[in-house]
């Protein structure tokens, strides 16, 4: 293999996994302007790799609560999808599917855990049904599953998966776009070594 870690990723990869990114979530916006019918839009995403300290600092701080919805890849690609709800983006899909908008995570009720849960599910499946039609893989998906957490917390679910391998986080960052509002959201794509291997050789990156 080429690749030992992600932090052997040079430009050339991290341009290729951005363009993939970009295309991936803008079908999960497609998605979500299609469920909430409203439109939205988002920024270009940046990917890096990044520690696991330098990931908290870049998605917020460390004891900030977060809904978390993690989803595990298997078949051709195997890894983690994890996607972060900050309370901005949260409270904007809620008031608009349930007309109701929360102080904090720790106040939602069950209807708006599910909801929150589902969409988490939804962008996820948007993005990696487009990654899978651009890379020519195959991927299955698990059911989803959810949490309300201290960012520090959710991310040591990763770094605890593939901590033998690598200490590094794939950080895609972009920025969802509704009513003029730029509402913060982080997804975090971790295949796995031999997998993020497979994908770079067919997209022809040597």
Request: glycine share 6%; charged share 25%; with cysteine.
């Amino acid at each position: 293999m080429r690749l030992k870690k992600y932090e052997d990723m040079n430009l050339q990869d991290l341009d290729v996994m951005k363009e993939i990114s970009s295309i991936g979530t803008s079908h999960a916006a497609t998605a979500l302007s299609k469920l909430l019918q409203k439109e939205i839009r988002i920024s270009i995403p940046e990917v890096s790799i990044l520690g696991y300290e330098e990931t908290v600092n870049k998605m917020g701080s460390i004891e900030e609560l977060v809904t978390a919805t993690l989803v595990r890849m298997s078949n051709e690609v195997n890894g983690l999808m994890l996607f972060v709800f900050k309370l901005d983006l949260a409270n904007a899909i809620l008031e608009k599917l349930i007309g109701k908008r929360y102080d904090s995570f720790e106040e939602l009720d069950e209807l708006a855990y599910s909801a929150l849960e589902e969409i988490g599910n939804i962008i996820i499946c948007s993005y990696v049904n487009a990654f899978t039609q651009l890379v020519g893989v195959e991927i299955d998906l698990s059911v989803p599953s959810s949490t309300v957490n201290m960012l520090g917390g959710v991310l040591t679910v990763p770094i605890a998966e593939y901590g033998y391998v690598t200490d590094k986080l794939m950080y895609i960052n972009a920025e969802f776009i509704m009513d003029g509002d730029k509402l913060s959201d982080g997804l975090l794509m971790l295949p796995d070594i031999e997998s993020l291997n497979s994908i770079l050789e067919k997209l022809g990156v040597s």
